[in-house]
């Protein structure tokens, strides 16, 4: 961002949505390096003429010089840095990006400086648009998101009374956030049980070995019913975007 208060200034950032305004102008909401999320207008965008049209598709990245608004600030120049839409034409890809996009625009606040949210962000579009199994990713994903927002769940011990969970059942206390032993197990509907096999898989899962988005195991059906759960429970609901990933996966 340039000294002094200037009005121009340039940043990175990851093209989340966009909605038209007016005849031809377009909001789009971004995830910055340096701000965080903003919303900016890109005056002209939709004539057929503009040259930022195709330097602003979703999930792109690029390099942005923008000018400081009253109320919004305005897209001037945009220089394609990774551009992932031609990996992500595959709808389950597609339908990935959508759910990766939708936490972290329900998640990060507007013009709250998150490096390594942008950092995770960045690598699991680079990673979906290398993965043959795009909706693999998504367990690891929501993990690594909800531990750098400092909500990861528990699971090296018992959330409740600090016990092992090695080789042993388990259940996902959402309440309590992290992983119960059978003796301080919530008896609720939302207590999701987990075998043991299960308990080894969301630890490994949910384990921070490297910046890489992909995960070292797939996650089984019912750790992956877990993490979705916390996922839903720390944002109020379920993400809309994982009932197409439902579909694609019961086609």
């Known amino acids: 961002m340039s000294a002094g208060g ?5 940043t990175r950032g990851i093209v989340l949505r966009g909605r038209n305004l007016g005849e031809a102008d377009k909001i789009f909401t971004l995830f910055t390096d340096e701000r965080g999320k903003i919303d900016a207008v890109a005056k002209g965008v939709r004539r057929a003429k ?6 602003l598709e979703f999930v792109t990245e690029a390099t942005l010089t923008m000018h400081r608004g009253r109320s919004l600030d305005v897209i001037t120049s945009a220089e394609i840095a990774c551009a992932h839409w031609n990996a992500i034409v595959d709808p389950a890809a597609f339908a990935t990006a959508h759910v990766i996009v939708e936490l972290i625009d329900a998640f990060c606040e507007t013009e709250l400086a998150m490096p390594d949210i942008y950092a995770l962000l960045r690598g699991a579009l680079r990673a979906l648009a290398a993965s043959p199994d795009p909706a693999s990713l998504v367990p690891r994903f929501e993990l690594r998101l909800l531990g750098a927002l400092g909500f ?10 600090g016990a092992s969970l090695g080789g042993v059942a388990a259940w996902a206390d959402l309440e309590a956030g992290g992983l119960a032993c059978e003796r301080c197990r919530p008896y609720r509907a939302d207590a999701f049980a987990l075998a043991a ?5 969301f630890r490994g899962l949910a384990a921070v070995r490297d910046a890489a988005v992909a995960p070292a195991m797939r996650a089984t059906a019912a750790s ?3 993490v979705d759960a916390f996922v839903s429970w720390h944002l109020g609901k379920r993400p809309k975007s994982t009932t197409l990933l439902d579909d694609l996966a019961h086609a």
């Not at 200037?6 to 340039?10: L, Q, S, T, V």
């Not at 503009?50 to 330097?55: F, T, V």
């Not at 769940?153 to 018992?158: A, M, R």
């Not at 096999?197 to 898989?201: H, I, P, S």
């Open 224 to 226: 992956a019913r877990a």
């Open 152 to 161: 990861a769940p528990e699971s090296d011990g018992c959330v409740r009374c």
């Open 197 to 201: 096999a299960d308990v080894d898989n």
């Open 6 to 10: 200037a009005r121009a200034y340039k």
């Open 50 to 55: 503009s040259q930022l049209a195709g330097r």
